[in-house]
Structures are given as structure tokens and as C-alpha cells.
């Protein structure tokens, strides 16, 4: 139990509220998709991060993948995005909210004209240092390479589906969230 709850008022060593205004935040760029680190955990003793990703026309998602140990939302703020859920494709307009537990394999992609802008959280903060990692390999003039993106993953507690998975992914129904 923490201090907090055992007395009802705010512990004394939390830190400052966190504001992050337009234009603030880290900025990871890879490939086509803009992600823009609102929340990185410093602030939410680890217990959340969230990001909001701009993802251009046409752009293609990671590889469907699980999470052993954190959750993942994604809100689409605009646009529609494509999200492969296991063997089913839902295709999620401005407004939808698309929450993977752990062990669900997943994967998301703008297959669209148009921008698609999504607002990610990930509880616990575990994930974000994936995508810093993938900056990293590109900045070093590194592709990204499906080992490469495995390797990455597979230091937070992350795997690419199995091949069964994204088979019957490939071959899945759609539908409009």
C-alpha cells in the first residue's frame, strides 16, 4: 500500500505535473511514420507511456507481434488505420480506440491516401525504448532488417507472431470498427 493510499493525501516526493504542449516532446522518425514521445514514463513512475504516431499514406506497420508484459492502446485521432489482430483485419476510423492485451498478436498499417495520426499507450512504459533502439540502428546507417526488428524486440519482452499467425492474417476477413 502505498503512502497515498493509506492516508488519502499525495505523497511528497512525486514529481511535478507533466505538460507537453504542440510541438513538444522527442520526435522518433522511422521510415514514414512520425512518432512523437508525449509521455516516456519519467513522469507516471513507469506505469504508462504514450506516444502519438503520424503515420503517412500507404505506410506498412511492423510485423505482427506480441507483448509478453504491457498492454498497448491506440486511438485514432484521424484518418483510418488497419489493424491485424490474429487472423482478423479491422479497419479503425477517427474515433476508434483498439486495446491489445498482452500475448494478442497485432499489427497496424495506413493503407489508405490519406494521413492516419494514432495517440499509443503502453502500460507499462516498456515499449518506448524499442522505438528508440530502432532510431538508433537507422541512424547508424543500419537497415532495418526482419532480424534486426526481432533482435529489438526481444529486449522488452516482445515477439514476432508466429508464422501460422501471419498466414491466417494474411488471408483474414475485414471489417470497419
Known amino acids: 500500500m502505498t503512502d497515498e493510499t493509506k492516508n488519502g493525501e499525495p505523497r511528497a516526493d512525486r514529481a511535478a505535473v507533466s505538460v507537453v504542449r504542440p510541438g513538444d516532446g522527442e520526435t522518433i522518425a522511422l521510415g514514414t511514420t512520425r512518432m512523437r514521445i508525449l509521455e516516456d514514463g519519467s513522469h507516471t513512475e513507469h506505469r504508462l507511456a504514450i506516444a502519438e504516431s503520424v503515420l ?65 499507450t503502453f502500460t507499462p512504459d516498456l515499449y518506448v525504448q524499442y522505438f528508440r533502439d530502432l532510431r538508433e540502428t537507422l541512424a547508424d546507417g543500419r537497415p532495418l ?33
Open 145 to 177: 532488417t526482419p532480424q534486426v526488428n526481432a533482435d529489438a524486440m526481444s529486449r522488452y519482452a516482445t515477439e514476432p507472431a508466429s508464422e501460422g499467425e501471419r498466414r491466417a492474417a494474411n488471408g483474414s476477413r475485414e471489417e470497419e470498427l
Open 56 to 120: 503517412a499514406p500507404h505506410t506498412q506497420g511492423p510485423p505482427q507481434h506480441r507483448h509478453a508484459r504491457h498492454d498497448e492502446g491506440f486511438y485514432v485521432l484521424s484518418g483510418t488505420v488497419r489493424f491485424t489482430v490474429g487472423a482478423e483485419s479491422h479497419d479503425a476510423i477517427a474515433g476508434t480506440l483498439v486495446m491489445v492485451p498482452p500475448g494478442t498478436p497485432h499489427t497496424f498499417a495506413n493503407t489508405t491516401d490519406r494521413p492516419a495520426v494514432l495517440l499509443s
